[in-house]
């Protein structure tokens, strides 16, 4: 009878975890500035130095001591500000709050303070509760900005009473943290990244380090669009670039402001991912400032107006050696308008030299995938072409068995039913243009599949295959994701009915995108090859139910080679699932933002995962799972596996099982698992 035996090989534990376990006591103040730089601004402001003195002079103009106080039991706000019953007023009374403390600290004339105790000290008894649509991004939009004021107050002589202090904390941990403390990363990102930057300011106030440590966790692993990664991708394009540029702005400045709070704290976020925030903000301002940066996706042309987010971030990165060309050009532009941003820009200096680093480094690894603007190869002479007006199907039957080409022509071609490929052909677009779209009056579930079983010599390239129930992406990216389709709609689906019954199938610079079930679905075929190809958000929940399907899923094949592709996003699945597989290469892809693992191996044999990055899912980075046999022969070797809420990499039951030269970084919920490694092994004797 076989044993089983644990075998945990503890590689390195969380850095993120540590720095945060060692930081125990809070510094106060201590949420977007610490005393040391706050006294820094004061005396750069008393001493006329710009450009301080001239956001001083325009924060003093915005300070009103006769603003009047309004304070709501009830707060609403609907979607649009609609109804919107108290939250105008929340939202001017906490700005005017944080303004007249910054005022009183800077001039030392408590009239300033009297004014932000008596905001602080009529909202805080009042208010009881939010609700409607934006209950949860108003009271993250607010919380943040009133604890900053309470800080400054609390620790200076402003005579904020006690018993008004205790208020003020009950009032945040009984009706803002129980609205906010389950997040909501169901929303666009924007959301969470404002939640964490106030959950972080409540932790501090109330001197709770277990809050505090919750949100830098979820900052980190946050799951759908919850967390930095989930955000920012390694290109630096954001969650909610083809939305609207003033919420990819929002979005930006409120995981940079959680950073900034976590930053005072001595808990760094800003360099964790290869500068993830400084990418997300150079990737918005090149596009802001006029350039066009690649989008999977159409970038939005939507607010493109400057927000006052960009002066923070671009003081941070710059004092640190790193180069941001395109924010310096956003912050300038909108720093002779700014006020409260600038003054707490600045980090007391240290003194300490900084060398140059240059400008942050977008990913490269599985990137640029999928189709191109252009196609990626010239289709020969003989080629047919067959416009969105004209059947595919018939041009396919045509030129079945004689190797020619069949090139659908850009723009939606809509399939009255499942394209059944023949063999001996090549199925080509002309790039993103050219959309392949299942008719939702069809009954059929799949949108391409194989005219015969023993399906061989064919090529699908540089099209795009769409699973969502309308052709064209509304204009909130969140809408349309899989798991809010309707519809049940599946990719590519090959399957035959033996190990080795289809033969040659080749997919270069495919895009196959918004699918309930898998992506891309190939059983029993050999020599497959997997180019540059962009499977991003299928696999939802459809029947049989979650975690069942993929990406992309291949189940009893010989010889398969997926390379320099992208595959993101599964809401529900992993990125790649091999079961019953032998002979598979899984090279230089991007694997990332996954419910379920990043690289799923089930009972398999001679696999091999090498120089992938695989970042931001939800379980382990790399599975290989127990069913009956076990897997064998597995190298994972030189990947970046980082920032996975389970293990890096984790191992049941395979022998001759070998992790080498790969990079762990932040893999592991530091809440959810004391201690977590990289790497877990599983071991059959």
């Known amino acids: 009878m076989k044993k089983i035996y644990t075998a945990v090989l503890v590689v390195a534990v969380m850095a993120m975890a540590s720095m945060v376990a060692t930081a125990q006591r809070f510094v106060h103040p201590g949420v977007s500035q610490t005393a040391a730089d706050l006294a820094y601004m004061k005396q750069q402001v008393r001493k006329g130095e710009q450009p301080w003195k001239e956001a001083f002079d325009r924060l003093k103009a915005e300070t009103d ?13 609907g979607p649009y500000g609609r109804p919107n019953i108290g939250g105008v007023d929340l939202m001017k009374g906490a700005e005017m709050a944080y303004n007249c403390a910054l005022m009183w600290y800077i001039t030392d004339d408590k009239a300033y303070a009297n004014k932000a105790i008596e905001i602080l000290n009529a909202w805080s008894p009042v208010i009881w509760d939010f609700d409607y649509n934006d209950a949860k991004l108003l009271a993250a939009l607010t919380g943040h900005v009133f604890i900053n004021a309470a800080e400054i107050l609390r620790y200076t002589n402003s005579g904020w009473q ?3 202090i205790d208020q003020f904390s009950h009032m945040l941990m009984t009706v803002y943290y129980p609205l906010i403390r389950y997040y909501f990363p169901q929303a666009n990102g924007n959301w969470d990244g404002a939640i964490i930057h106030t959950l972080m300011a409540i932790g501090i106030f109330t001197d709770n380090r ?4 919750n949100a830098v966790d979820h900052f980190l692993h946050g799951p759908i669009n919850g967390g930095i990664f989930k955000y920012i991708y390694p290109s630096g394009q954001c969650q909610e670039t083809t939305r609207d ?3 990819v702005q929002l979005g930006l400045g409120e995981f940079s402001g959680a950073a900034q709070v976590a930053y005072t704290q001595g808990v760094d976020l800003f360099s964790i991912g290869n500068n993830r925030i400084a990418l997300g903000y150079e990737y918005t301002a090149k596009f802001l400032m006029g350039e066009k940066p690649h989008s999977y996706g159409v970038i939005s042309e939507r607010a493109k107006a400057i927000r006052d987010d960009f002066e923070y971030v671009y003081r941070h990165y710059t004092s640190k050696g790193i180069d941001m060309p395109y924010t310096k050009m956003a912050a300038d532009s909108i720093r002779p308008k700014a006020s409260r941003s600038v003054l707490t820009a600045f980090r007391a200096p240290t003194g300490k030299a900084v060398a140059k680093q240059g400008a942050p480094r977008p990913g490269t690894i599985g990137y640029i995938a999928g189709a191109r603007e252009t196609p990626s190869a010239k289709a020969p002479a003989n080629a047919i072409l067959v416009t969105p007006e004209q059947s595919l199907q018939e041009a396919l039957n045509s030129a079945a068995g004689t190797g020619r080409w069949v090139v659908a022509k850009a723009g939606l071609h809509t399939l009255p039913a499942t394209l059944k490929v023949p063999s001996g052909v090549t199925l080509a677009g002309e790039g993103l243009a050219t959309i392949l779209f299942l008719d939702p009056k069809s009954a059929d579930r799949e949108v391409v599949t ?11 390239r540089d099209l795009v295959i769409e699973g969502s129930n309308r052709p064209v992406p509304p204009s909130d ?3 349309n994701r899989s798991y809010r389709n309707p519809s049940n709609r599946g990719g590519v689906f090959f399957i035959s009915m033996k190990e080795g019954q289809m033969k040659n199938l080749d997919f270069i610079n495919l895009t196959v995108q918004n699918c309930t079930v898998n992506g891309a679905f190939i059983s029993g075929a050999s020599n497959v090859t997997i180019t540059n190809c962009n499977f991003d958000e299928n696999g939802s929940s459809m029947i049989p139910g979650p975690r069942l399907q993929h990406n992309l899923l291949l189940t009893h094949c010989v010889g398969v080679k997926i390379r320099d592709s992208r595959l993101d996003t599964s809401p529900y699945g992993s990125g790649v699932a091999l079961g019953h597989c032998r002979d598979v290469s899984v090279t230089s892809n991007e694997i990332a933002r996954n419910a379920q693992y990043g690289i799923l191996v089930s009972e398999s044999q001679n696999i091999t995962i090498e120089g992938n990055f695989i970042e931001a899912n939800d379980l382990s980075g790399v599975m290989v799972e127990y069913l009956s046999r076990g897997s064998r022969n597995i190298s994972i070797r030189n990947n970046q596996i980082q920032y996975n809420t389970g293990y890096g990499v984790e191992s049941y039951a395979a022998s001759n099982v070998k992790a080498e030269k790969n990079t762990y970084v932040g893999n592991g919920n530091s809440e959810a698992q004391q201690k977590i490694s990289n790497e877990r092994f599983i071991v059959m004797e």
């Open 477 to 479: 990216p969140n809408s």
């Open 450 to 460: 194989n005219a015969d079983p023993d399906l061989h010599d064919i090529t699908i």
């Open 162 to 164: 006690q018993k008004d």
């Open 245 to 247: 540029q003033g919420h």
């Open 65 to 77: 001591l006769k603003f009047e106080v309004k304070p709501f039991t009830h707060v609403f706000r």
């Open 210 to 213: 277990p809050l505090f440590n």
